[in-house]
Each structure stands twice: as structure tokens, then as C-alpha cells.
């Protein structure tokens, strides 16, 4: 059973940074594509990140240029680095274990519980 454990999450003041990490085991982690979704209040589950196998990224518009993904394949470790946060980015953020090309992201069905950000003045 592939389980997955988020940490990193809390508060921060708008332009400030925050790094999320995920660790998972009970899976061949190295073969795995990761990424990272978030939920927002009221809204559907988004992919803001993802990060294939070899270590290739892709983002969503609306982080692109703020957050970076990255993979630490001895430590079985996905990072969200997250910099010049804005109060739209609050959300309930989850890692994600699934398989993929850098243009494309296809979850599995492997979710750790999430970690909460909350930005605001």
C-alpha cells in the first residue's frame, strides 16, 4: 500500500515563502510521476504541479514563476517550493503518486491527507 505523508504547511503573509514536503512509501517512489493538487474553499481539487520520473516539471499558469517541484528519489521526497505567495494560493495542499509526461499528469489513486496554507495579511 503506497502511502503518502504531506508537511510544510501554515501560515504566511502575502509574498512570503513556504516549502511542502511529501515523503512516500510502500512504493516503488523512483518510477512514479509526482504531483502536487490543491483545494481551495468552495473549488474543485486542482494539479498546480507535477514532476515525471526523470525529473521533468510542469505547472499551472497560475503558479508558474512562483513555485518550484522538485524529487529526492533517496529520501522517497517531493518538494513544493513555494515563493511570493498570494492569498489565492490558500488551499488544502496534497501530494500525489500517479505517472505521466511533462505535458500530461495522470493521477493514481494515492493521496496523502493534505497541509493546510493560508496566506493573508
Known amino acids: 500500500q503506497v502511502q503518502l505523508v504531506e508537511s510544510g504547511g501554515g501560515s504566511a503573509q502575502p509574498g512570503e515563502s513556504l516549502k511542502l514536503s511529501c515523503v512516500v512509501s510502500?512504493?516503488?517512489?523512483?518510477?512514479?510521476?509526482m504531483g502536487w493538487y490543491r483545494q481551495a474553499p468552495g473549488k474543485q481539487r486542482e494539479l498546480v504541479a507535477h514532476i515525471t520520473a526523470p525529473g521533468g516539471t510542469n505547472y499551472a499558469d497560475s503558479v508558474k514563476g512562483r513555485f518550484t517541484i522538485s524529487r529526492e528519489n533517496a529520501k522517497n521526497a517531493v518538494y513544493l517550493e513555494m515563493s511570493d505567495l498570494k492569498p489565492e494560493d490558500t488551499a488544502v495542499y496534497y501530494c500525489?503518486?500517479?505517472?505521466?509526461?511533462?505535458?500530461?499528469?495522470?493521477?493514481?489513486?494515492?493521496w496523502g491527507n493534505g497541509t493546510v496554507v493560508t496566506v493573508s495579511a
Open positions: 500525489n503518486a500517479g505517472y505521466g509526461n511533462t505535458r500530461e499528469y495522470y493521477n493514481m489513486d494515492f
Open positions: 510502500g512504493g516503488a517512489f523512483e518510477i512514479y510521476a
